[in-house]
């Protein structure tokens, strides 16, 4: 047997292995035809957990320009800042009533469903610094100041909504 013939085998084999290996991961994962999904109220506890994980991920560089720990490059905030805005509106879906389900699932207290109109003002307040957060550092014509206020705005938003509405 060749070299050539020998690497074929081996290839030929790695390939086969990695199919099987593929096959066996998707027949564990995939629920079976008519097995029931996550419930809607599951569903918006996931969807919203990922929001604030992406959220949180796009914050925390605009915290170091808060902290001076970073220089305030008006493009990266504009990034970051249009990121936040765009997830923040998908906020308001993902707090149905049923999705109340709780410690351990959900870090979101009864008191978002038992205070709503405080809880949507807050979310709204969030949105609406997030947006102008968008638009003071757009074009790079807000100046540093004007960006590091903003910034404190929207973690302002965040930070009263965690105090009020998330289990610690």
């Known amino acids: 047997m060749t070299r050539l013939t020998a690497a074929r085998h081996i290839l030929v084999g790695a390939a086969f292995l990695a199919t099987a ?8 994962t995939t629920p079976p035809a008519g097995a029931p999904g996550p419930s809607p109220a599951r569903q918006a506890v996931d969807a919203r957990r ?4 992406l959220i949180g991920a ?3 560089p605009l915290g170091a320009i808060l902290k001076g720990a970073a220089p305030a490059d008006a493009a990266e905030v504009n990034k970051r800042a249009t990121r936040l805005a765009f997830l923040a509106g ?15 699932d959900s870090k979101a207290k009864a008191e978002i469903w038992s205070d709503r109109a405080d809880f949507d003002k807050k979310l709204k307040s969030l949105q609406s610094d997030a947006a102008a957060l968008v638009q003071v550092s757009a074009d790079g014509k807000g100046s540093p100041d004007a960006i590091k206020a903003a910034i404190g705005a929207v973690g302002q938003d965040c930070k009263a909504c965690h105090d009020k509405y998330r289990e610690q």
Do not use: K, R, Y
């Not at 998908?90 to 351990?104: C, H, R, T, Y």
């Open 50 to 53: 990922a929001a604030f994980v």
């Open 90 to 104: 998908l906020l308001d879906e993902n707090f149905p009533d049923a999705s109340n389900l709780g410690p351990p």
């Open 21 to 28: 290996i593929a096959a066996t991961a998707h027949a564990q």
């Open 58 to 60: 796009n914050f925390h």
